[in-house]
């Protein structure tokens, strides 16, 4: 909720553009070094990924509204991030059938950790180049 409401603001001062840019590149090395800071016992670099994560889990949200009421417009934002979340559910299940696979086939979770690191990189890149014409004003209507 911190995370999600603290995106909020800043989705209301910065582009959102570049906010996704830095959760997804954040998103993606935090992920790229989850597999070596995993001990069988809790331990303080685990804590600190578990609250990182959690603060940025949800704070794409704001920011990637935004930019769906600035392309598609407010009448279909609503019906538009429904089928997001729809899309997302639907990534997310394919995903944890993945590493499924992979952990029973490597031994461990360590290639789907860094497979989705990979992703979040390629996606912060790619957030970069949404409606590049256009202004962060006129994202704002």
Known sequence: VVGT?????????????????????????????????????LHPSTMVFVIFYGLDWVATVPPT???SRAILGPQRTTVVYGWVFV????GASIAAFG???LRVHFGDYAIAFYISAAMC??????????AKGKTTAELRG
């Open 99 to 101: 590493a499924a696979v």
């Open 121 to 130: 990189l390629v996606s912060a890149y790619a957030v970069l180049h949404i």
């Open 65 to 67: 509204l935004m930019l």
């Open 87 to 90: 899309g997302h559910q639907i």
């Open 5 to 41: 409401i603290l995106s909020g603001y800043l989705t209301d001062k910065y582009d959102p553009r570049k906010l996704l840019f830095f959760y997804y590149g954040l998103r993606g090395l935090s992920l790229f070094l989850l597999p070596s800071i995993l001990f069988s016992t």
